[in-house]
C-alpha cells in the first residue's frame, strides 16, 4: 500500500510577509551599496585640506620639490599608497602619523579628490638630460652587465595604455622622482617588487635623467 504523506496547509500570510521582507532588503540593499562604492570627492577635498595641504598645498599642486604633486594622479594608485602607510609597507614617520586615523572611506574620498584636479604644467628639464633619460624609459638599458626594462612597459605616457594601479608619472617633481627610484634601488621603499628589481641596475645619473624626462612631460 502507498505511503500517504499528510498535506500541509498553505500559509499565505507568511509567505507575504516573507516575501515582502525580502523585497524590502534588496530594494534597499542595492543603492545603499551602490553609494557606499562611490567616493565623495568633496569629502575628500575637506579632509585633505585639514590633514594634507601643509605638505601637498590645498589642491595637491607644486609644493616643495621633495614632495610629491598629487594633481590629477590615478586614484588607484593614491589609494594603495595611503593604505600601505596605514600599514606599514612603505615607511614614512609623518604619513604615517597622518594616515593612522583614516578609514577606507576617507582614503578613497582623498583619492577621488586628487584625481580629479587639474594638472599645472613643470618648467622645462635640462634637454641633454632628458633626451637620455627618455631613451632609457622608451628602450631600457641593455649591455653586456645590464638589463633594464624600459618604464614605459607600466607607466606608458598614454592614460589608456597605462595600468590604473600605476602612477602618472607626467610632470612630477624631479627630485621627488629621482628621491623614490634611489629608494626603490637602495631597498628602503619595497612596497613594489617589481620596482625593486627592475631599478637595481640603475645608476644614479640614469635616475636623474629619468627623473628629468619625465617632470618635462603633459
Known amino acids: 500500500m502507498p505511503e500517504v504523506f499528510p498535506r ?39 579632509l585633505a585640506l585639514q590633514r594634507c595641504a601643509s605638505c601637498h598645498t590645498a589642491d595637491g599642486s607644486r609644493g616643495m620639490r621633495s614632495i610629491p604633486i598629487l594633481q590629477g ?11 600601505d602607510f596605514k600599514a606599514g609597507l612603505r615607511l614614512n614617520s609623518v604619513m604615517q602619523g597622518l594616515v593612522g586615523g583614516l578609514t577606507e572611506s576617507d582614503i578613497r574620498n582623498m583619492a577621488a579628490f586628487y584625481a580629479q584636479k587639474e594638472f599645472a604644467p613643470a618648467p622645462p628639464p635640462d634637454a641633454d638630460q632628458a633626451a637620455l633619460g627618455e631613451a ?12 633594464v626594462t624600459a618604464c614605459v612597459a607600466c607607466h606608458a ?10 602612477p602618472d608619472l607626467r610632470g612630477q617633481h624631479a627630485a621627488y622622482t629621482a628621491q623614490q627610484l634611489r629608494a626603490f634601488r637602495d631597498g628602503t621603499r619595497t ?21 628629468a624626462y619625465l617632470a618635462g612631460l603633459r
Open 191 to 211: 612596497n613594489s617588487e617589481d620596482m625593486s628589481g627592475i631599478m637595481g641596475g640603475v645608476s644614479d645619473d640614469e635616475i636623474k635623467a629619468i627623473a
Open 136 to 147: 632609457i624609459f622608451h628602450e631600457g638599458i641593455e649591455t653586456d652587465d645590464r638589463s
Open 8 to 46: 500541509l496547509k498553505p500559509q499565505p500570510r507568511a509567505f507575504a510577509r516573507g516575501f515582502a521582507l525580502c523585497l524590502v532588503i534588496w530594494g534597499f540593499a542595492a543603492p545603499v551599496a551602490a553609494q557606499e562604492a562611490l567616493p565623495d570627492p568633496q569629502a575628500g577635498g575637506r
Open 157 to 166: 605616457p598614454d592614460p589608456d595604455a597605462r595600468p590604473e594601479a600605476s
Open 73 to 83: 594622479q590615478s586614484a588607484d594608485y593614491t589609494i594603495k599608497q595611503l593604505n
